[in-house]
């Protein structure tokens, strides 16, 4: 059963430890401002998904502020777990519009059901796939890895099927993490970010 990983608690405590460790090496290159030390200010958040697998791990956004008088600016680190301000967990967002290489037809349906998606949710989603997505500087800096190049009307199923992952659970991962860069506007820079299947 490929797509059991949606509903379990491991799962989604391997994504808090791969954003805790993202968090680590974010604070410490310290501010990128000025290079001042940061201060804990993570945010609140409610994220919508399989309610039942995820503690309090979730209940916030790992977030920094520097710690300078005079500077105090935010540094939010890039997340696996969060696609920017959408309230669906980033992995919601791309198994539900993934038609192709992600869940049955009948799974997704399911999933659509359990989460109680309007089609107006689903259509916005498609929309940041097809044409938000697509002109990323982040999908700008990858898209050249992959040839034949990648339909984007088929994101972000298409992609995923592109990804070398040795089941759907880690070809998510590995598509959560290339999209790190996208899911923050006040944090840039470098990251080192390993997605090991054994200890999912
Ligand atoms: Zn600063």
């Not at 949710?121 to 800096?141: E, N, Y």
């Not at 040839?147 to 089941?167: E, M, Y």
Request: charged share 25%; with cysteine; aromatic share 8%.
């Amino acid at each position: 059963m490929c797509h059991a990983f949606l509903s379990e608690s491991r799962f989604y405590q391997f994504l808090f430890r791969i954003d805790q460790e993202i968090a680590d090496q974010a604070r410490l290159k310290g501010c990128a401002h000025c290079g001042g030390r940061l201060h804990v200010a993570d945010y609140p958040r409610k994220p919508r998904g399989i309610r039942c697998a995820l503690d309090e791990s979730y209940e916030t956004r790992l977030s920094y502020c520097c710690a300078t008088e005079g500077c105090r600016r935010r540094c939010t680190p890039p997340s696996v777990r969060f696609l920017g301000r959408k309230v669906f967990m980033g992995v919601i967002v791309i198994l539900v519009m993934a038609r192709e290489h992600g869940l049955s037809k009948k799974r997704r349906k399911l999933l659509i059901e359990q989460l109680d998606l309007y089609p107006q949710a689903l259509s916005r989603w498609r929309q940041w796939w097809r044409k938000i997505f697509p002109v990323s500087r982040c999908w700008q800096t990858h898209k050249s890895r992959f040839i034949p190049p990648v339909d984007i009307l088929q994101l972000p199923g298409a992609l995923l099927g592109r990804l070398h992952g040795k089941n759907l659970e880690h070809r998510v991962c590995l598509l959560l993490r290339l999209l790190m860069p996208i899911t923050t506007s006040s944090w840039s820079g470098s990251l080192t970010v390993v997605i090991d299947p054994q200890k999912m």
